[in-house]
């Protein structure tokens, strides 16, 4: 070897592996306008669909006319629920176990619903005419309150279970009631609530919100009536999963379905399920023989497809008087709306919600959750986070805070004694849930050193004093948080959907001149997956990322996976990307054996190449290998250079972080100001620093929404008022504070890369640590809980209600 | 989320769009920005079957100085105030209160005359036209009239301004050398509208006020000129007690409609908070 050749450090960066801040290969096109999304779909021929739809919250179907609407010029037809079930689609099943009405049949049930689908030539005649169709209600009695849904009188949703008692999860206690389930040990958490000297109890309210993304749900469906085979372009997070759903509902063999999702313009959990929009387009393409596209406005969107949250959790625990947690009991109304709709794992109806002893060591816990159905639109999806982890993680961080609230002590120390420590891991919650790995002390230390927590708190006392003389009006609040995910669904044994295990897969080709291409059963929406899973790729096989093309969405050539969300992208297909390459790895080094004339063993892997032990100028690259794997394998070897894996995850990963907030709140005006926002993140193995980065900053300005001033809201009616963006509150970037991001590192041991997922951890732990910032602002005042979101007139509200306008 | 159909006009002269707006009746729509009425197109709250647009008149454009008044073209952009050298030294509120509208895209092409025209509450202009008291010129089939924007607002939608005529121009006098102004509006974000707002322009003289106008935005079907509030605080020197008076009597006025921003308690007690800062703000930048 001489000077110039290259050190293994130096060949290494050139990959552009992990670790290294590769920019996002996807953004030469999304920031040139260059991105080809579903709108961007324009087939010859094509029609557009458009709904009718109820002005009611829940209404008598008596009559639908669509006479006037078919007479408008370029009108092809109109759908209705009596056309649907000629074809046996007027309701389709739902992922939790449910039915759904794909169109009104007989009764609307919420604001919005879909009554009538208009085929026309052009959108805007499809508009005009959706318009047209006359419908003649009977209006019925509303409620949109879960807490009163399973009242004695309480107006009965769902006409069509009459009589049924027995539910997709078991017996049902009402005729509003959906499913319970449970987890934990009831009579230990009893026990220990029995002997614990300082209880709370809270009801913590988590509010309807919306995922949001900037793209709708929207679709193309294409049948073609020779071959009988449809193809079915659409912003969809799972589009293996629609292809089968699709299959059984339309009874088309699923080898004549082509699901397709292009670029998706964020998904956030409100691209899993399956839509009305799609099912009509489907038929309609049928129907008509040509395509048909399905355009979702952003009223639909806020309005009818997946919403999120919607828990009412009253919760408890219980603690020795010097603070040591005991128990936690939990017990919580969840509103799925008017359908089941929710997508979920199909056995957990409430999700990975256990998860909700968060990062604390608590050795009795219980929890329950009853699912009900109100006149408000179906979904409960997990928006930004493993299914219903959200809720669970913003239960326990507000009780947290509560609780020490009780004992008089610090939050940040309350929360330091209670910690799962270091030697625990791997740790058995008292759910039953294995915690892979973590070191939280050193990450909440590291928190409070970096925002000096000490010295925070000192000014929060004088400036409470100054308050209290008159001489602000300001009070400042201080939220600190840490939180525990659980991602990566899952494990077999654990997770199916529709009885499909929850696994993922990765494919593998690697070319003759060692370039490549990856294909994944996943689909990224603004992750960065085209960049992400190609590092992955040049570390393990010593290629350049720059080599390697990642592609998805396309379920003819895509290895089946079950899709993106519940941060299990790289968790999942990161593992089997990993897997497959070191598959690729074994044969090549067989080959190099073969090449150097040495035994397999002799050889050791050095970044992107195979050198002989002890004399490491004897050297295959990779590169070379891949030429080699077509043109001169050893005897009796198979040629090519390729692999699959399907991964089947041996636990969940546990990713988890220690946040600080610093707001300061007009008494006066309810404005609240954030003065600092802190965010240390550990997610395991870092594969791009700077994506990371940008997912944080994405989750924590949803974050910011939610807790500051978002909620699908109904009116008693049953008319939802925050439809559009002139009421639903999205932060802009003037709004949204400025980030401080931080990170340790404490890898999963089970992961083949140690990579632990994050996308969704900023939602998770931004939102209670936002919350607890402004109830920490009150709690000198005894005040323990207001409830979000905590926009202008509810933070006036609370501080009227403690006098402070007197 | 999709308009209905309609004909689109581009008249070159106010006297052709008067016309126009004779011929087609109830079924024509004058068009300035079009940020407050293609919306409600797209929602079909609003089907006009005749859209005229008055973008293609050169007329109705521009700022310019008359006497003791400054004249402003209907179809000026509300980013044309902004950028106005003239308002920012004669009548630095519009300014103040422009950039307050919306954001940046939404006000290089809404315009003046569109948003006081609209007869939105939730517009913020109407309230400090209000507080200015300028004069709004309107050109019809039977001439030219003045109205004054003290008397234009109705109520929901509704003004003075009468179907066929056109609005022209907004003539606002420039108040005196040396008073002290404020335009203090609360909202949730960028682009959304006022919870409250309140306009002051006031005069000190040897420490106290001498002159004041007061106006709200967005807490009744229409902006409110505070004048009960006004006659409290003139001869005052703004003395906190005098304040609570004169906030107390603007609140009483105040009717707002509940909606995603906060109840109507808080809306008026919003209107009063806003008012209180406006006047502090106004005293501290006024002169005498
Ligand atoms: C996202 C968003 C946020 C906004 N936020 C604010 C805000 O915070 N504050 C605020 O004040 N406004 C706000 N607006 C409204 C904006 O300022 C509009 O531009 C303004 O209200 C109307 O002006 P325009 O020129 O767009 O009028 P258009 O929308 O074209 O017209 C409005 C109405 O006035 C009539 N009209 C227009 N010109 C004349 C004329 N010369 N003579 C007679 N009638 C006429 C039209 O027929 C129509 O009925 C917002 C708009 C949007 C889209």
Same mark, same amino acid.
């Given at each position: 070897m001489n000077d110039m050749t290259p050190t293994s450090a130096e060949r290494a960066a050139k990959l552009e592996g992990m670790g290294c801040k590769r920019k996002r290969v996807e953004d030469i096109r999304f920031t040139q306008g260059k991105g080809n999304y579903v709108d961007d779909i324009k087939l010859?021929?094509?029609?557009?669909?458009?709904?009718?739809?109820?002005?009611?919250?829940?209404?008598?179907?008596?009559k639908i006319d669509t006479a006037k609407a078919a007479a408008v010029p370029g009108v092809v037809a109109v759908l209705t629920a009596e056309t649907l079930k000629t074809v046996n689609l007027a309701w389709m099943p739902t992922l939790a176990g449910d039915v759904q009405m794909v169109l009104a049949d007989g009764y609307v049930l919420f604001q919005n619903q879909e009554v009538a689908f208009v085929i026309a030539d052009?959108?805007?005649?499809?508009?005009?005419?959706?318009?047209?169709?006359?419908?003649?209600?009977?209006?019925?009695?509303?409620?949109?309150?879960?807490?009163?849904?399973?009242?004695?009188?309480?107006?009965?949703?769902r006409e069509d279970l009459k009589g049924k008692t027995e539910g997709a999860h078991g017996k049902r206690k009402h005729y509003?009631?959906?499913?319970?389930?449970?987890?934990?040990?009831?009579?230990?958490a009893d026990a220990a609530f029995a002997k614990a000297d300082v209880t709370i109890r809270e009801m913590i309210s988590y509010p309807r919100v919306h995922p949001c993304p900037l793209e709708t749900c929207q679709c193309v469906a294409s049948f073609d009536k020779i071959k009988g085979e449809l193809t079915l372009y659409g912003t969809f997070q799972a589009p293996h999963v629609i292809r089968t759903v699709g299959s059984l509902i339309s009874k088309i063999p699923e080898h004549k379905i082509h699901v397709i999702s292009p670029d998706v313009g964020g998904g956030f959990g409100n691209k899993v399920g399956a839509y009305p929009g799609y099912i009509c387009s489907i038929v309609a393409s049928?129907?008509?023989?040509?395509?048909?596209?399905?355009?979702?406005?952003?009223?639909?969107?806020?309005?009818?497809?997946?919403?999120?949250?919607?828990?009412?959790?009253?919760?408890?625990?219980?603690?020795?008087?010097?603070?040591?947690?005991?128990?936690?009991?939990?017990?919580?109304?969840?509103?799925?709306?008017?359908?089941?709709?929710?997508?979920?794992?199909?056995?957990?109806?409430?999700?990975?919600?256990?998860?909700?002893?968060?990062?604390?060591?608590?050795?009795?816990?219980?929890?329950?959750?009853?699912?009900?159905?109100?006149?408000?639109?179906?979904?409960?999806?997990?928006?930004?986070?493993?299914?219903?982890?959200?809720?669970?993680?913003?239960?326990?961080?507000?009780?947290?805070?509560?609780?020490?609230?009780?004992?008089?002590?610090?939050?940040?120390?309350?929360?330091?004694?209670?910690?799962?420590?270091?030697?625990?891991?791997?740790?058995?919650?008292?759910?039953?849930?294995?915690?892979?790995?973590?070191?939280?002390?050193?990450?909440?230390?590291?928190?409070?050193?970096?925002?000096?927590?000490?010295?925070?708190?000192?000014?929060?006392?004088?400036?409470?004093?100054?308050?209290?003389?008159?001489?602000?009006?300001?009070?400042?609040?201080?939220?600190?948080?840490?939180?525990?995910?659980?991602?990566?669904?899952?494990?077999?044994?654990?997770?199916?959907?529709?009885?499909?295990?929850?696994?993922?897969?990765?494919?593998?080709?690697?070319?003759?001149?060692?370039?490549?291409?990856c294909r994944l059963g996943t689909k990224s929406q603004g992750q960065g997956h085209e960049t992400t899973y190609a590092q992955i790729i040049a570390t393990e096989l010593g290629l350049a990322a720059d080599s390697i093309t990642v592609e998805e969405g396309n379920t003819d050539t895509a290895p089946y996976g079950l899709g993106t969300y519940g941060s299990r992208s790289t968790p999942v297909s990161g593992a089997a990307t990993a897997m497959a390459c070191r598959k690729i790895k074994a044969k090549a080094q067989m080959i190099a054996a073969y090449m150097l004339e040495v035994h397999d063993d002799d050889l050791e892997w050095d970044v992107d190449r195979f050198r002989v032990k002890g004399n490491p100028e004897r050297f295959k690259t990779m590169t070379e290998l891949a030429w080699a794997a077509y043109h001169e394998v050893p005897p009796g070897m198979e040629p090519g250079l390729e692999a699959v894996d399907y991964y089947d995850p041996p636990n969940f990963t546990f990713p988890f972080g220690a946040y600080i907030c610093v707001v300061d709140v007009d008494v006066d005006t309810g404005m609240i100001k954030v003065r600092r926002f802190y965010a240390l993140d550990d997610c395991g193995t870092r594969i791009n620093p700077m994506i990371i980065e940008g997912q944080i900053h994405g989750g924590l300005a949803e974050a910011f929404g939610i807790a500051m001033g978002q909620e699908i809201h109904y009116d008693d009616d049953g008319n939802v008022t925050t439809a559009s963006f002139l009421d639903y509150f999205l932060p802009t970037a003037v709004e949204t504070p400025r980030w401080e991001t931080d990170w340790t590192t404490t890898p999963s041991p089970h992961h083949p890369i140690g990579a632990k997922g994050v996308g969704e951890s900023p939602n998770v732990g931004g939102v209670p640590c936002f919350s607890n910032a402004v109830n920490d602002a009150f709690a000198f005042l005894g005040s323990t809980h207001i409830q979000m979101p905590h926009d202008h007139w509810r933070v006036w509200t609370a501080a009227e209600k403690l006098g402070l306008h007197a | 989320m999709i308009p209905g159909s309609f004909n689109y006009h581009r008249p070159k002269s106010v006297q052709e769009a008067v016309g126009l707006l004779a011929k087609l009746g109830d079924d024509g729509r004058l068009l300035a920005g079009g940020h407050s009425l293609i919306p409600t197109m797209k929602l079909r709250l609003a089907t006009p079957a005749n859209l005229i647009d008055l973008g293609g008149i050169a007329d109705l454009k521009g700022i310019r100085a008359d006497g003791n008044d400054i004249v402003v073209g209907a179809m000026t952009t509300q980013h044309d105030l902004i950028a106005s050298d003239l308002l920012a030294s004669k009548i630095p509120i519009l300014r103040e209160t422009s950039a307050q509208i919306a954001d940046p895209q939404v006000r290089y092409v809404g315009t003046l005359g569109g948003n006081v025209a609209n007869g939105d509450p939730a517009n913020d202009m109407p309230a400090l036209m209000m507080c200015l008291n300028a004069t709004f010129h309107a050109s019809g089939k039977s001439g030219e009239r003045k109205i004054a924007a003290r008397g234009f607002y109705q109520g929901l939608y509704?003004? +003075?301004?009468?179907?066929?005529? !056109?609005?022209? /121009?907004?003539? =606002?006098?420039? *108040? #005196?050398?040396?008073?002290?102004?404020?335009?203090?509006?609360?909202?949730?974000?960028?682009?959304?509208?006022?919870?409250?707002?309140?306009?002051?322009?006031?005069?000190?003289?040897?420490?106290?006020?001498?002159?004041?106008?007061?106006?709200?935005?967005?807490?009744?079907?229409?902006?409110?000129?505070?004048?009960?509030?006004?006659?409290?605080?003139?001869?005052?020197?703004?003395?906190? +007690?005098?304040?609570?008076?004169? !906030?107390?009597? /603007?609140?009483? =006025?105040?009717? *707002? #409609?509940?909606?995603?921003?906060?109840p109507a308690q808080y809306r008026t007690k919003m209107a009063g908070v806003m008012l209180t800062r406006a006047l502090a703000r106004a005293k501290s930048l006024a002169k005498g």
């Open positions: 010859p021929n094509m029609l557009y669909g458009e709904f009718n739809r109820s002005p009611y919250g829940h209404a008598h179907v008596k052009s959108r805007e005649a499809a508009a005009d005419a959706a318009d047209l169709v006359e419908v003649e209600y009977e209006q019925l009695p509303v409620n949109v309150d879960p807490l009163k849904a399973m009242a004695p009188n309480a107006p009965v949703i509003n009631h959906i499913f319970s389930w449970q987890a934990g040990d009831k009579a230990a049928i129907v008509t023989g040509v395509p048909v596209k399905w355009t979702e406005s952003r009223i639909d969107n806020l309005s009818t497809t997946a919403f999120a949250r919607d828990f009412h959790m009253d919760m408890e625990l219980a603690c020795t008087k010097d603070g040591k947690l005991l128990g936690l009991r939990c017990y919580t109304i969840a509103d799925h709306g008017a359908f089941d709709a929710c997508a979920n794992a199909t056995k957990w109806p409430a999700g990975l919600f256990s998860i909700i002893s968060g990062s604390y060591d608590i050795p009795a816990a219980h929890c329950l959750v009853d699912g009900v159905y109100t006149n408000k639109a179906p979904g409960g999806v997990a928006y930004r986070c493993s299914f219903r982890v959200t809720e669970a993680a913003y239960c326990v961080e507000r009780a947290m805070d509560i609780m020490a609230q009780k004992l008089g002590m610090d939050p940040a120390d309350f929360r330091m004694k209670n910690l799962i420590r270091r030697e625990q891991f791997p740790y058995t919650s008292a759910f039953g849930w294995q915690y892979d790995s973590g070191d939280y002390q050193t990450a909440l230390t590291k928190a409070m050193e970096a925002v000096s927590y000490r010295k925070l708190r000192d000014e929060q006392k004088q400036k409470r004093e100054a308050f209290k003389r008159g001489e602000t009006r300001e009070l400042m609040g201080i939220g600190v948080i840490h939180f525990t995910e659980i991602v990566g669904a899952g494990p077999s044994r654990n997770c199916d959907i529709l009885g499909i295990a929850m696994f993922d897969s990765a494919e593998i080709r690697i070319h003759p001149t060692g370039s490549g291409i | 509704a003004t +003075a301004l009468q179907s066929g005529e !056109v609005l022209t /121009a907004i003539r =606002i006098p420039v *108040p #005196a050398a040396g008073h002290g102004y404020a335009y203090e509006k609360l909202k949730r974000k960028i682009g959304d509208f006022a919870t409250a707002a309140a306009a002051v322009v006031l005069t000190m003289k040897g420490g106290k006020v001498n002159s004041c106008a007061i106006a709200l935005t967005n807490v009744a079907d229409k902006p409110l000129l505070a004048e009960e509030a006004t006659k409290i605080l003139i001869g005052s020197a703004l003395d906190a +007690a005098t304040v609570k008076r004169a !906030v107390a009597a /603007a609140e009483a =006025i105040t009717s *707002p #409609a509940e909606d995603p921003r906060g």
